[in-house]
């Protein structure tokens, strides 16, 4: 989501019986992601993806909360290559060779999963392609390995930086991941770049998402005309991967894993 000035932020923490539920929600998105990134071959439409993204929630019980989210038209973001979040599907054509990031939230028994795939259509991936997904996904599991009580919120974001400029690639500055609950964005906002020990103390049962957004070229992104789409400045390509993740008493909990 977009960093943006907040009113509240009270961060709710989750009972052990919330979490369940938060992990079969979270399983869901995962199943859906898995089943359009299996689902994608040369010449489909991004919409004709979002349709099948739209059945599997149908099927499994779920509600996508990006439809109708300040009046998003998707029930997934799909976004290609440059652009780099909040893709909104449509008649666009995805070809062999293109680098799709699927972003899916959905609610199921009131609370929300959210968790986002980059992949590769067709063949055979790039090399430049494979070091961006490694790197951009890389980060995600370090910035996961900082979610832990007793840390502090921007350790997570100081780790993801750190991986990725470590590795000569660039984090998106102007998106942040989220807490996640009964709502999709919830307190606090994830920054995932920053100075490390800031930040209120992560306590067992908050509930993040955490989203890096990984460029090959410049940092900088500008918004499309529809109001949604960001892409990057340089026309070069992007990488997103997202977890929902629970901090426990054993260390991070990933609810939107398989
Ligand atoms: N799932 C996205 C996130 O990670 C938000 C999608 S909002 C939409 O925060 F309205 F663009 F769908
Ligand atoms: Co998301
Ligand atoms: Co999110």
Redesign the pocket.
Known sequence: ?KLKPVANHTITLRSPRELKIMREAGRIVARTVREVVAAMRPGMSTRDLDLIAARSFRRQGARS???G??G?P?H??VSVNSQV??GIPGPLKIKDGDLVKF???ASYNGYVG?T?LTAVVGGKPTPEQVRLMRVAYEALMAGIGQARAGNRLSDIGHAIQTYVERNGLVVVKEFV??GVGRS??EAPQVSHWGPPGKGPVLKPGMVL?I?PQVNLGSAEVQMLPDG?TAVTLDGNLSAHY?HTVAITENGPWILTEL
């Open positions: 989501m909360t990006a439809l989210y300040f998003y998707g997934i973001c979040v909040h972003d899916v939230a959210d986002t991941g989220h999709m964005h998402a989203e949604w997202e």
